[in-house]
């Protein structure tokens, strides 16, 4: 999976939003412009295996990961970091 140049900070800032559970994929994709799969193969290339496989299965199939199947959107949180 080809990955764009990303610096340390924009890494930490994605690697942080991944693993908050109520962060979409779409909402990383708006900010930093990468896809899921691209996150994915970001979580994978900077993590430990054992943290990684730990994310995979927690974000396997929530909900709350993905914009079209959340069952809220106002009153959401939203970091002072987070655009859109």
Same mark, same amino acid.
């Given at each position: 999976m080809e990955l764009p140049e990303l610096?340390?900070?924009t890494i930490d800032r994605v690697l942080e939003m991944a693993w908050e559970?109520?962060?979409t994929f779409e909402s990383i994709e708006l900010q930093f412009g990468l896809t899921e799969p691209q996150v994915i193969a970001?979580? @994978? &290339?900077e993590m430990k295996a054992?943290?990684?496989?730990?994310?995979?299965?927690?974000v396997t199939g929530r909900s709350t990961k993905?914009?079209? @199947? &959340?069952d809220f959107v106002a009153g959401r949180f939203?970091?002072?970091n987070q655009k859109g």
């Open positions: 610096d340390s900070e559970d109520r962060t970001l979580m @994978r &290339r054992s943290s990684f496989r730990m994310w995979r299965e927690r993905h914009a079209t @199947r &959340r939203k970091s002072q």
